[in-house]
């Protein structure tokens, strides 16, 4: 794998590092520092095939760059294994391991309020499994509610391209209910009724916000 940065008179460094995948597999990507925003004149049909993760990226940009809200994906813990100290001023990562993250997937302010959410995607066409969350996460939701903050679930049915915005006072009732001996997932007809559905647009691609302003409104 090749890490890429970028030095303040913009001379590009490439570091060559060993990172151990969960899946056993090691492809090589390149990390630029430097992101392009998408542009107004970018054509919708053109970030088809993006995944759930870039659309979500995307859209935080677009948020980010009008002043609207400062939301950004946690980085994935790493587990450093061998480093190398070419130069006193300077560490080369040669090995390393991605560590399961331990709480949820994005975290931000928007409105004065603490965002945090967690996005899932399944190919079941009828409902999604509870499975896809782990325990850790839901603990941390629901810490982070009970200081004021608003949680969430982006929740997509990639065989229908259906994405909703779940609640996490909605996701804690069937978690529970689950633990309790009830269903282990959710069924769609009922994401679709307690949450929000989500539809593309060009920019932002995702108007997530729209959603988040309904919950805000529902606390006051």
């Known amino acids: 794998m090749q890490l890429v940065w970028y030095n303040k008179s913009l001379v590009r460094r490439v570091i060559t590092v060993t ?12 990390y630029n520092t430097h ?9 919708i049909y053109a970030k088809r095939g993006m995944s759930l993760e870039d659309e979500i990226n995307h859209s935080n940009q677009y948020y980010l760059a009008r002043h ?15 480093v190398d100290y070419p130069k006193r001023s300077a560490a080369v990562i040669k090995e390393a391991y991605f560590r399961r ?3 949820t997937d994005y975290n931000g302010v928007y409105r004065g309020y603490y965002i945090d959410f967690d996005a899932k995607e399944t190919r079941n066409k009828n409902s999604f499994p509870l499975k896809n969350f782990h325990p850790h996460q839901i603990q941390h ?3 982070c509610v009970a200081q ?8 997509k049915f990639t065989e229908l391209d259906l994405l909703y915005l779940l609640p996490a006072s909605n996701l804690f009732k069937y978690w529970d209910q689950q633990q ?3 269903r282990k997932s959710i069924l769609r007809t009922d994401i679709a009724k307690e949450g929000y559905q989500i539809h593309y647009q060009l920019n932002p691609r995702l108007p997530y916000l729209n959603a988040v302003d309904k919950i805000i409104a529902a606390k006051a």
């Open 180 to 182: 309790n001996g009830g």
């Open 148 to 155: 004021g903050g608003i949680c969430f679930a982006f929740i």
């Open 35 to 43: 992101n392009e925003l998408p542009t107004p004149h970018q054509s």
């Open 101 to 103: 993250p331990s709480t």
């Open 141 to 143: 939701m629901r810490e």
């Open 19 to 30: 990172i151990h995948y969960p899946n056993g597999q090691q492809p090589v990507q390149h």
């Open 68 to 82: 609207i809200a400062v939301i950004h994906k946690k980085p994935t813990p790493i587990q450093l294994v061998k």
